[in-house]
């Protein structure tokens, strides 16, 4: 049965030969021992570093060792992971079905592995694990993923532009086309942080150059980044700047000055 959503197992084969087809893509990931493949008429195995990549529909064969385990992850092509906007992925993969990967992909499969040996497929995120491999491996195959990046560049714009308003996760989600979860998963890959401290970051930045450029007095320049107050903002920049509003001005202004001269 095709699964609805993406779902991550670890499974073990027999050395009998399987062929079969179904409607959702799949990557095999080696974690023990070698499963020999032949997909679309293109032989290969999933061992040490070499994943396979089978595309939805596509014919293959396999047949495994005793104490070979593989991290399966199977993918809805209708889902999330297989919109257009990640074809160029699949596409690749059609052509070349035997991807080497590095350590970083490797360890994060073993995680995940660990994970859902651990806890089970059900306790797993395996929407955001899913969206965080599969564009790994784009990566590596030289195929972005427009799909994020397009999103990406959509939360950030919408961001920038809604600093002074009321930003909620739930918001953002929204405006990138992406559950709250996958939001999460991609600021933490491509910034190191969650949604929202990127955007108290980004409140701060904007309010420190009004700081130091602009005549607004401290209380609008707090409603314009976003923040109810002008406590809650000199709380916040304080513990950014180390210093009040007020003296960051002071000091923006008086370094203008000196160059000025200079």
């Avoid at 089978?54 to 919109?83: C, K, M, N, W, Y």
Wanted: proline share 3%; glycine share 10%.
């Amino acid at each position: 049965m095709d699964p609805i959503e993406t779902r991550f197992e670890i499974r073990r084969y027999s050395r009998e030969v399987k062929t079969h087809t179904h409607l959702h893509h799949q990557v095999v990931m080696p974690l023990q021992g070698a499963l020999e493949m032949e997909i679309d008429g293109r032989g290969g195995a999933a061992s040490g570093d070499v994943a396979a990549l089978v595309t939805a529909g596509t014919r293959h064969s396999f047949a495994g060792a005793p104490g070979g385990t593989f991290l399966i992850v199977d993918v809805p092509e209708q889902g999330t992971l297989g919109s257009l906007g990640n074809r160029p992925i699949w596409d690749t993969a059609t052509a070349r079905p035997f991807l080497r990967v590095d350590q970083s992909v490797s360890l994060l499969c073993a995680f995940l592995a660990g994970e859902v040996d651990r806890y089970g497929h059900v306790d797993l995120n395996a929407a955001a694990a899913g969206d965080l491999l599969i564009d790994a491996l784009g990566r590596r195959m030289g195929v972005g993923s427009a799909r994020f990046e397009d999103r990406l560049t959509r939360v950030l714009r919408y961001i920038e532009t809604h600093l002074g308003d009321a930003i909620t996760v739930d918001r953002l989600a929204a405006a990138a086309g992406l559950s709250a979860g996958r939001l999460h998963a991609l600021f933490r890959a491509r910034f190191g942080t969650s949604p929202m401290r990127y955007v108290a970051a980004r409140r701060l930045d904007f309010a420190a150059r009004l700081l130091a450029r602009s005549e607004r007095p401290i209380s609008q320049i707090a409603l314009d980044a976003g923040y109810g107050d002008q406590s809650a903002f000199t709380r916040a920049f304080k513990q950014v700047h180390e210093q009040s509003p007020a003296r960051y001005r002071r000091e923006a202004r008086g370094q203008e000055k000196r160059h000025k001269i200079q």
